[in-house]
């Protein structure tokens, strides 16, 4: 026998039944669509904190036990054997890549590692000091006016083909984002480099001067691009998924991608973070943070601290506090005080009943700033390289929603709770008892 649940309207003592389906992992979940099919009610969830928008088998994550695997594959193996390029893949097709698979993947980023000459223009219409992720989501969207060639979404190479042009020409826009703020001439891919060689330089050299790429920043950033490329129906990765459900042009859902990111409570915390410990300055002042945090009546929150769904350490966070460590040791203690700040930051917060009863232990967010800033990147950029990392899950979620057999908008539901039925009254008679003119 199926396994369903059972609402009874205690008011009607309608009784519906509602099936119970089983995945790989994580929860089972309740078919919630006889709800308003057979009682002609919605189910309100505010924050979705309670439901699943869709089927999906990119990514598994178990927020009370810490875990996160991508395809199967836990992160903590994939950031220590795999590379960016090669997680993009894994996400887009669902398996590891053979070496051919691998070097045809690379080839074909590699062609597409270029934007049209008037994209480039775009930039120029931003002020030098206009925040990178402000110059993201216009790019961007940008693309969405080319490649019309190959935009059926209802054709698997053009959405193949849309999906390599994203994972291809993101590092351009990223670092002409810095370029741009710097007031350098932007760079052009070099045929020869890999992935995240080319972003580093595309990023850093200059015409005039020597450049040379540095192994250990390449394997740092590497790193943090693999623990930043997916994590399930984020509120990034859903609206895209939601903007993608309306057919819209897959640049432009990446766009919207970018815009939600930007916000502080989700990718712009790396942002925010670093910004934090700057504004401690020493560990002596961190409880004077700690207690604003726990102020409700203080819109103070500790950045990089608490998350949706994990209530336990972040693994992508154990795993960036680590190579914080390594990277610092090599780089002789530049930005040391920074990760001293946060280390403390995290023992003592750790130690305080309102982070320990509420489960808020560090994200993603909470040291990968300091590694970005050790690597030369200003933090207005922070946010830029998480969509950079990000745009592979994107567009990866993209790929899987589209190909559903069930692909249908996304439109929710409401609870009303605004006026009754009224009819229209004239200006005129609007503004109370009218006021006798002065004679
Ligand atoms: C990311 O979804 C994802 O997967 C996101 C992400 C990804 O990879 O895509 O993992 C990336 O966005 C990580 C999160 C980065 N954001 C921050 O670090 C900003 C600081 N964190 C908070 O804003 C907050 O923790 C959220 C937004 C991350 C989570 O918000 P929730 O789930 O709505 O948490 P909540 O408001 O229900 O918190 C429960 C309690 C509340 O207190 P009470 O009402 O129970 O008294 O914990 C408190 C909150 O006030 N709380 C915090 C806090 N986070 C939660 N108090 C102080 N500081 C914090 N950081």
């Known amino acids: 026998m199926s396994r369903t649940v059972t609402i009874i309207d205690n008011a009607t003592g309608k009784k519906i039944e509602c099936p119970v389906l089983s995945g790989t992992n994580g929860p089972d979940v309740v078919d919630a669509s006889a709800i308003y099919r057979e009682l002609g009610m919605f189910a309100l969830d505010p924050g979705f904190l309670s439901t699943a ?39 887009l097709y669902g398996t590891l890549p ?42 961007t969207g940008a693309l969405s006016s080319y490649y019309h060639e190959a935009l059926d979404i209802n054709d698997p190479d053009d959405r193949d083909l849309t999906a390599r042009r994203v994972i291809a020409k993101m590092p351009i826009l990223a ?26 330089k595309m990023m850093f050299t200059r015409p005039h001067l020597p450049y040379e790429t540095i192994p250990l920043a390449c394997k740092a950033l590497e790193k943090l691009l693999i623990l930043h490329a997916d994590h399930e129906q984020n509120a990034s990765t859903s609206t895209v998924r939601l903007a993608g459900s309306a057919e819209a042009n897959p640049f432009a859902c990446i766009s919207a991608g970018c815009v939600t990111l930007w916000g502080r409570a989700h990718g712009g915390a790396n942002e925010a973070v670093v910004r934090m410990l700057n504004d401690i300055q020493h560990p002596r002042h961190i409880p004077k943070f700690i207690e604003r945090a726990k102020n409700k009546s203080d ?83 922070f946010t830029v390289i998480f969509a950079l990392g990000r745009s ?25 709770i605004g006026s009754e039925k009224r009819s229209y009254v004239p200006i005129e008679q609007r503004d109370g008892p009218a006021r006798k003119k002065r004679s």
């Open 392 to 416: 592979a899950g994107w567009i990866a979620h993209w790929l899987e929603m589209v190909a559903d057999p069930d692909f249908r908008i996304g439109r929710p539901r409401q609870l009303y």
């Open 53 to 91: 928008s869709c089927r999906s088998s990119i990514t598994f994550l178990d927020g009370e036990a810490g875990i996160l695997r991508h395809r199967g594959y836990p992160i903590e193996q994939l950031a220590e054997h795999s590379n960016y390029l090669e997680v993009c893949y894994l996400l």
């Open 175 to 200: 670092a002409n984002c810095y370029k741009h703020s710097m007031g350098h001439p932007f760079a052009y891919a070099w045929p020869e480099l890999g992935y995240m060689e080319n972003f580093l």
């Open 98 to 139: 053979t070496s051919n698979q691998m070097t045809d993947f690379q080839n074909q980023i590699r062609e597409r590692s270029v934007v049209h000459e008037h994209l480039l223009r775009f930039y120029s219409g931003y002020l030098y000091d206009a925040h990178p992720m402000s110059i993201m989501v216009g790019v």
């Open 299 to 381: 819109p103070f929150r500790l950045m990089g601290f608490g998350h949706r769904v994990y209530k336990n350490y972040d693994p992508r966070a154990a795993i960036i506090r680590k190579a914080c460590h390594e990277l610092l040791n090599e780089l002789q203690g530049i930005n040391q005080p920074l990760l001293d700040i946060a280390m403390r930051l995290e023992e003592i917060a750790l130690q305080d009943e309102y982070f320990v009863e509420r489960k808020l232990y560090p994200n993603v967010d909470f040291y990968s700033g300091i590694i970005l800033q050790a690597l030369g990147i200003p933090t207005s950029m």
